[in-house]
DNA sequence: TATGAATGAGCGTTCATTCAT
DNA sequence: GATGAATGAACGCTCATTCAT
């Protein structure tokens, strides 16, 4: 591990505990004292507990698509749209609580009168997807992809859920990669 | 309107509020209020907000399987599918927060340590919906009901997050028949 | 001392803490304490530290013009201008801080957005005043009541800052007389 | 506009800011970022918030006497004042907000044990105007400087209390002049 | 001279739950 | 059955101040 500043020490600590439990039942203390900084130190970086949050999540999202386009380079046709199923199993199986932390900041954002900040941030993530189907040569791809990532959200929650006993990831990315191609 | 027993106008008001805003933000002191009843009546009926959601919740399932066998009763085949795919949408459309609110109860239940509530109330509803689509002439139903569960609950989040800008239902309805067909 | 109410020993306490100093050094929790009772009790009788804080106005201000309109009962003319002098002389030196108090309520007022809660109060009090003066004789009574009011405000703030030395309160007494009457 | 160095840059800002909202409501944070510095800059040259506000306070004030004495110059009985009255209401209509300020600054010189700072700025008010009113004639100088004092804080605060609709500020000073000549 | 990162105590308020009546 | 008074722990956030650079 190498030495993280501050800032990205609280980032790191906000980003296990969140991925750990509920958004309001983490307080922003314990995520100081996970980071090893004080409180008021958190508050020099982040101005609320919300900006954190978002942050967390802009930074979870961004890593992921940086990650899948590493991964597609050199890829074409239906091995491009297999990377794109194995990719978004990973946030199943690695990040099960993600969509729910997703869900959390936005009603978050809601409840400040800030939902604005949401519409570039989700209109990001499906546009990324979107275009990358669409290259991969899927059919009807903007309307495959919010099928998509509603199904990866729905099957992550179900996953957790029911403590992974639900369903066998394999088998659900067939169906998934046959629903692409169909 | 009839009149209402204390536990139903009970249940009732907090039927209405947790549809209405996530549970952490809901109170006891407001669903009494709600309900017109006092807090100590409240907890005379329900040894605590997680039972009382818990109920809630069951109580919110219960009627939607019963309407949806009604729905059923004279219909076959693809009418059938069409009618569960109908039913489930309307869940989208008309409890859209029942997601969220369903993976609440869930989390609320894991922090209590009452974890094994939820294997049932969750095999019930999984159980329900595999039987009706196996009649239905649906090939591997155990595996779509999963699949198909996991969409709509993905769906009514995104329906959600967006609000109702992200798809047209129409559409989706038709997308998710092909996939239980196909 | 009789047994007072939960209600009452916290207003009381209040009156006694915000008589001593200021509203924002005064925290609810050292109000709870002083009333000995929970901070939950306080919230649960009062929606917040500025009604709170309203409340305990309201209450000295009443008491203060009910003790007023009884000594006036039986007096007239000259003898009905001393005794409000006097009246006044001993909020001044019984209740040096009211002033004080009634400005950072006010102050609060304004920061919450609700600054017509003031002008009722305020209109109370001088209303009151003016009547009694306008029947004591005293000629232009309206403004004469609002020169006294801030005097009064005024000398009660200097006493505090000079820890009484600034003034002898008969030979000043004597002089707010003589501007009624002129 | 000439360029300040970082002290008065400060002093100009903390100046600003106490005039416009109350001591405790106005952070050192706040005072650094209008006065363009850091907070170490600040506290390099003032070694506590208390004592930025009384070099704030010692510098209106004497602002305030130097003009007075100004204005006197060529004057002679009742011209003479008038203007002490013209320059009173000065400080109600153009720093309402300036006895208030004066208030909670010594409060803080009481919270800290620092009570004697007081005394000199007190007394030097004081004796400047009370110095004047006796060359300009008028009867029981000491006595009325308190009175008058008194009674432009008591005004200042009720002008600021009453969104200035309580007293015509033109009436008002008539009174005062006539209570000077009593 | 000047910076701004870091501290940590303190604040007002919320809330599920208990219990005497 | 039903009330609502009372509890007390927890929360997000602010702030004057210190100090290494």
Redesign the interface.
């Known amino acids: 591990m190498k030495e993280l500043n501050t800032r990205d020490k609280i980032l790191r600590a906000a980003t296990e505990l969140f991925s750990e439990?509920?958004y309001?039942?983490t307080s922003v203390g314990e995520i100081a004292k996970r980071a090893g900084v004080s409180k008021g130190a958190l508050f020099h970086y982040f101005p609320s507990k919300y900006e954190l949050a978002r942050q967390v999540l802009l930074g979870i999202l961004d890593a992921w698509l940086k990650r899948l386009n590493e991964r597609l380079k050199n890829l074409t046709g239906d091995a491009k749209i297999r990377a794109v199923v194995d990719a978004l199993f990973e946030l199943i199986t690695e990040s099960p609580k993600l969509?729910?932390f997703?869900?959390e900041v936005?009603?978050e954002s809601l409840?400040l009168g800030r939902g604005a900040d949401?519409d570039e941030f989700?209109g990001r993530y499906l546009g990324s997807v979107s275009e990358i189907l669409k290259n991969a040569g899927v059919a009807n791809p903007e309307?495959k992809t919010?099928?998509l990532?509603?199904?990866?959200?729905?099957?992550a929650?179900?996953h957790?859920?029911?403590?992974g006993r639900?369903?066998n990831v394999e088998?659900?990315k067939e169906?998934v990669f046959?629903?692409l191609k169909?």
Not at 149 to 155: K, N, P, R, T
Not at 160 to 163: E, N, V
Request: charged share 25%; proline share 3%.
């Open positions: 439990k509920p309001h039942e969509s729910r997703f869900l936005y009603e409840r949401w989700y309307r919010v099928l990532g509603a199904l990866v959200d729905g099957l929650l179900h957790l859920l029911s403590g639900l369903f088998d659900m169906e046959r629903i169909g």
